[in-house]
């Protein structure tokens, strides 16, 4: 059984997230990165016809009903929600993307897709990245940023009902893809995982992103002292 867990690297400066086993002894490479020469000129208003700074009622009116839940552990007056009617969910190559839309102070800053989990457990899900990456494309014009990169070592699965309790360790070797597009309002990304599957996206405004920088930077951890 494929586990779903996520590692989420720093790779020159930006967040990756890579669906995967639990991975012990792991690397990263950067292979290649190719810059786009021309300034990214055709940025997202919103998705899915929410524009960026609608409340949640407006969304709500385009989505229908939300689920949400304030996020005041994370960072003061902000709330995750999702859809809860299915048949609005967002869905590529006819498998449910998880997807979550964050307001700050009563507006709408961003979206993160990831693989849903239906998907995460099909041993030849669709391509979900290649769907979702040309679309981002064909919409928003030559990613500013193309990088692909290498991944290796050692990944630990877990004993289950499954696997007869074993737990083993298992060599892998793969390589994956990011796509960027970035100006000084927006920046969009997704990042594929080993089976060209939607491992991790995200749509959002520049003073968002900024935001959770410096919520992460100024993070207390809750531990006794020692």
Not at 112 to 124: V, Y
Request: charged share 25%; glycine share 8%.
């Amino acid at each position: 059984m494929r586990l779903n867990h996520r590692l989420i690297l720093n790779v020159l400066g930006g967040f990756l997230v890579i669906s995967a086993m639990a991975q012990t002894n792991g690397t990263v490479e950067k292979l290649t990165e190719v810059k786009s020469p021309e300034p990214w000129t055709q940025a997202p208003e919103g998705f899915r016809d929410v524009r960026l700074g609608s409340t949640p009622e407006q969304a709500k009116a385009v989505l229908g009903p939300l689920k949400c839940e304030d996020r005041n552990d994370w960072i003061a007056g902000v709330q995750q929600c999702h859809t809860t009617d299915r048949s609005k969910a967002f869905r590529v190559a006819g498998e449910v993307i998880n997807t979550y839309y964050f307001f700050d102070q009563g507006k709408f800053v961003g979206v993160t897709l990831s693989e849903g989990l239906m998907a995460s457990l099909q041993q030849f899900p669709p391509a979900t990245y290649i769907e979702l990456s040309t679309a981002f494309k064909q919409k928003f014009g030559p990613p500013t940023y193309t990088r692909s990169f290498r991944s290796h070592g050692i990944r630990e699965e877990k004993g289950n009902i499954f696997n007869g309790g074993v737990t083993r360790r298992i060599p892998y070797d793969y390589t994956f893809e990011s796509v960027a597009w970035e100006n000084e309002q927006v920046n969009a990304y997704l990042v594929s995982d080993e089976k060209n599957r939607v491992s991790y996206g995200v749509i959002e405004t520049q003073a968002w992103a900024k935001k959770k920088t410096d919520a992460e930077k100024s993070r207390k951890t809750n531990v006794t002292p020692f």
